[in-house]
């Protein structure tokens, strides 16, 4: 096992690697819920097409991981857990109230967030580290989730914020 003075910017790839690999597999298991629990057609729509999106996010981490010679194990990651019990504490805490779909709403862009931070960064470091190959698939889950966080943007600009305050 290689002490901390040996670990190099390979090792903390493949750590970051692990941290969104667990994160996607959690949030595939959150989206369902949520879809479940929001009134809004609209927000349910765009949490079933972010799960379909999901799915496709951790089988190019899966390739990645082969391209590293790597089994596609998670590390436990206390940031996505918080994120994700923040979501399910505002399921319970606003089930049936007019603000469930906004806090929701702004769970999801948290994770949103969370994962644009993770790829921006395992995107660099691939690049820094001259693998190609993982950085392209970074990058396309990359513009995949920017687009998935403007997407809710626009519904929180929308209805689901405006619905909140009317009631």
Same mark, same amino acid.
């Given at each position: 096992?290689?002490?901390?003075?040996?670990?190099?910017?390979?090792?903390?790839?493949?750590?970051?690697?692990?941290?969104?690999?667990?994160?996607?597999?959690?949030?595939?298991?959150?989206?369902?819920?949520?879809?479940?629990?929001?009134?809004?057609?609209?927000?349910?729509?765009?949490?079933?097409?972010?799960?379909?999106?999901?799915?496709?996010?951790?089988?190019?981490?899966?390739?990645?991981?082969?391209?590293?010679?790597?089994?596609?194990?998670?590390?436990?990651?206390?940031?996505?857990?918080?994120?994700?019990?923040?979501?399910?504490?505002?399921?319970? !805490?606003? %089930?049936?109230? *007019? $603000? &469930?779909?906004?806090?929701? #709403?702004? @769970?999801?862009?948290?994770?949103?967030?969370?994962?644009?931070?993770?790829?921006?960064?395992?995107?660099?470091?691939?690049?820094?580290?001259?693998?190609?190959?993982?950085?392209?698939?970074?990058?396309?889950?990359?513009?995949? !989730?920017? %687009?998935?966080? *403007? $997407? &809710?943007?626009?519904?929180? #600009?929308? @209805?689901?914020?405006?619905?909140?305050?009317?009631?």
């Amino acid at each position: 096992m290689p002490t901390a003075k040996d670990k190099d910017l390979n090792d903390l790839f493949l750590d970051t690697l692990k941290d969104i690999y667990f994160a996607e597999k959690h949030i595939l298991k959150a989206l369902p819920k949520m879809a479940k629990a929001v009134h809004s057609d609209d927000l349910r729509a765009a949490f079933e097409k972010h799960e379909g999106e999901t799915e496709g996010q951790v089988e190019r981490l899966e390739k990645i991981f082969e391209l590293l010679d790597k089994p596609a194990r998670g590390k436990t990651c206390d940031a996505i857990v918080g994120i994700l019990d923040e979501g399910k504490e505002i399921m319970t !805490e606003y %089930k049936g109230t *007019e $603000a &469930l779909d906004a806090g929701l #709403l702004a @769970a999801a862009q948290a994770v949103e967030h969370y994962e644009i931070a993770r790829y921006g960064t395992l995107k660099a470091w691939a690049t820094k580290l001259g693998m190609a190959e993982a950085v392209r698939l970074l990058d396309e889950t990359l513009q995949q !989730e920017h %687009k998935t966080d *403007e $997407a &809710l943007t626009s519904l929180a #600009l929308g @209805a689901v914020n405006s619905e909140a305050l009317a009631a």
